[in-house]
C-alpha cells in the first residue's frame, strides 16, 4: 500500500477524475472499478471509475416517483445529501441518498431496481452507510420521533438482485448516524445495527433481535467495529464499550467485557488489528488501547482536524486529516509515524484501499494513488 504521494506535483497521483456533484461518503473499490455517489438537494447520480486510469465509465442519476415531486429534506452543510457509503459484492452497486431515494445498478451501469424508503426524518441528514451480506442489501433506518411522537426506526433487508422485501425489523431506537456491520461470530454471523440508546445485534436471516446494551445516547455517529470476539463501539463523549456476542436478550448487565470514558470520538469510528484499538477526535488526539481490557497504550496528539475515520492497510495505521495530510504510522504499542504525504486538498471521506492502491475522495475529485502497473 502507498506511503510516498504528493498532490501537487502529482507524485505517484496515477489520476484525478473531476466528481461533479459534491458528497461526503467515501470511495469503494472493487476490481478494476472505484464507485462513488454526489448529490445537490435536486440531483443525485452514481459514479463508476476505472480503477487504473480513473476513466468515467458510466454515470447514473437516481430519480424515483416520489423524489420526483416532493420537496428536499433539510440537511446540514456539514452531512449533505450524499453521506452515506454505497456498497458493493462486485455484481451489483447500491447507493441511498439523504432524500431516501434507493438504488441498485449492475457494475455495467444497468439500474436493477430502485425505491424511495423515505421520508427520513433526521436533524442532520441520513449518513447512514449501506451493507451487503449474502445476496440481501441492509438499510439501517434510524429516525427521529414524528410529530405524533412515534418512532419509525427500522431495519431493512431487501434481496440485492430484484429488490425484494426480505424482512423488516422495528427498532425502538432514534436517529443514529452509525452504519450497520457484520460480526462474524463463533455462533454465526450478526448484523449490528447502534442507535440511541441501544446496540442491537440482528439475525440476518430473519431480523429478529439476538441481543442489546444499552450502552449508547446523544447522537451516535461512529460505526461500531468487531475485533477480537467483541463489538466495539462508542457513544461520542461519554463511552468507548466493547460487548461479547455470546448473550441474548438484553445484555448491558452482563456482557459488556469493558468501558472506557477518555478521548471518545464524536464523529470517527474505532479501528482494530486484533489486539489494538485506535479512536481519533476530531481535534486530533490519537488514542490507542488494548482490546482485551480498554486500557490506554498511548496518546498522540496530531496538528489537524479529522473527519475520516482511521484505517489499517498493510500493516500501518492511516490518518487522514480534513487538509488532505495523511499520516502514517506503525501498529504497534508505541506510536512510531512512518510517512506523511500531501493531497492539497481537503479530505472528510475516509479512503478506500486495494493492492497497491489508495482511493480518496475530496469534495470535487477522486483520487487514485499508487504506481501504474
Sequence with gaps: VPTDWDGESRRNVLWKTP??????????????????????????????????????????NVVTSESASADAP??????????????????????????????VFDVNGREAWKRNVGPLTNQYGHSSSLLIHEGLLIVQLDQEENDEGLVLSALLAFDLASGERAWDAGRDVTGSWQSPIVARTDAGPQIIAGGNPSVIAHSPA???EIWRA?????????S???????????????????????G???????????????????????????????????DGVLTCRDLTDGSEVYEQRLEGVFKASPSIAGGRVYLLSESGEMIIAETGREFREVARAKLGAP????????PGRIYLRTAEHVYGIGRAK
Design 19 to 60: 466528481i461533479p456533484l459534491p458528497g461526503k461518503g467515501s470511495p469503494i473499490v472493487w476490481g478494476d472499478r472505484v464507485f462513488v455517489t454526489g448529490a445537490t438537494a435536486d440531483r443525485r447520480t452514481v459514479h463508476c471509475l476505472h480503477a487504473d486510469t480513473g476513466e468515467l465509465l458510466w454515470s447514473r
Design 74 to 103: 433539510e440537511v446540514w452543510d456539514d452531512t449533505g445529501f450524499a453521506a452515506p457509503t454505497p456498497a458493493t459484492d462486485g455484481r451489483y452497486l447500491a447507493a441511498i441518498f439523504a432524500n431516501g431515494d434507493l438504488a
Design 206 to 208: 430473519d431480523g429478529e
Design 214 to 222: 444499552e450502552v449508547l445516547g446523544g447522537d451516535p455517529a461512529p
Design 224 to 246: 461500531p467495529i468487531f475485533a477480537g470476539g467483541l463489538v466495539i463501539v462508542a457513544q461520542p463523549y461519554a463511552n468507548l464499550s466493547a460487548i461479547r456476542t455470546d
Design 248 to 282: 441474548t436478550g438484553d445484555v448491558t448487565e452482563t456482557h459488556v467485557a469493558w468501558q472506557q470514558s477518555a478521548n471518545v470520538p464524536d464523529i470517527t469510528s474505532p479501528v482494530s488489528d486484533g489486539n489494538l484499538v485506535w479512536t481519533i477526535l476530531g
Design 347 to 354: 479530505c472528510e471521506a475516509s479512503p478506500a484501499f486495494a
